[in-house]
């Protein structure tokens, strides 16, 4: 229980969950399965009344060589067990921090909120650099979050941290700075119509070549929109731009 204990804080105690509410969430489940199996990432939903975890998909990514039973069964220990030991207060940390910003965002947009992280997994003696992505899946009557969907893919950085939260509601997005402890509101992100285009068009598989004939444009001036597409956001490649835009919907 310690060890569970330390992931939680006075913000993220749901109350007063019953039985009739369990079996009235269970189509969510269902449907979260469903998409489990059309995706590449690994899926899994924490309950916040219970401290453990409600669902674990199959997908490889985060279990560490375990079976997703595993996983389920020793809840956040599982995390003690894979995570290196100094990387560990940071997700504690980050566990306090992102509900307080949760709970700052008024009850009924709270589920239209997401925290973006990257943080090291052991597998075969190596480690790996995970992204998870988190927001508000069930909310109890009186707002608090109750159930929380996980995803985690591959990281495009380098290093853990990258911890970010945005409001899709608002198209706001923040920063925090593990150093100050703090929260800092980063300029929102705003792409040209052709930009957008080749984003798009990009992500439904289309090459360069293609989008210059889809847009009627030269091949050099795709080239130009992508470069100044992959500047705003940040990104060396396409895949990391569709990445990116996937985290922060813009596409």
Not at 103 to 121: G, I
Not at 184 to 210: D, F
Request: proline content about 3%; hydrophobic content about 40%.
């Amino acid at each position: 229980m310690v060890l569970t204990d330390s992931f939680f804080t006075i913000f993220d105690y749901a109350k007063g969950i019953t039985a009739a509410d369990y079996e009235r969430i269970k189509p969510c489940v269902e449907t979260v399965r469903s998409f489990a199996l059309t995706t590449h990432q690994s899926i899994y939903i924490i309950d916040l009344f219970k401290r453990n975890f409600l669902y674990v998909s199959d997908n490889p990514i985060i279990l560490c060589g375990q079976t997703a039973e595993t996983m389920q069964k020793m809840g956040y220990k599982f995390f003690h067990t894979h995570v290196p030991e100094e990387e560990l207060p940071m997700l504690k940390s980050l566990n306090q921090v992102a509900f307080k910003v949760f709970y700052d965002t008024p009850a009924e947009h709270r589920r239209q909120c997401m925290l973006s992280f990257d943080f090291h997994m052991r597998r075969d003696d190596r480690l790996i650099l995970l992204n998870q992505r988190s927001t508000p899946m069930a909310l109890t009557k009186d707002g608090a979050i109750w159930l929380t969907l996980a995803t985690v893919s591959i990281s495009s950085h380098k290093e853990a941290g990258h911890i970010e939260f945005f409001r899709f509601y608002s198209r706001e997005r923040f920063e925090y700075s593990l150093e100050h402890k703090c929260w800092n509101k980063c300029e929102t992100i705003t792409l040209r119509p052709e930009e957008q285009q080749v984003l798009t068009l990009s992500a439904q598989g289309y090459t360069m070549k293609e989008i210059s004939e889809i847009m009627l444009r030269s091949f050099d001036t795709v080239k130009f929109y992508r470069r100044q597409l992959l500047k705003k956001l940040g990104v060396q490649s396409i895949t990391e731009a569709l990445t990116f835009a996937t985290n922060y919907g813009l596409i």
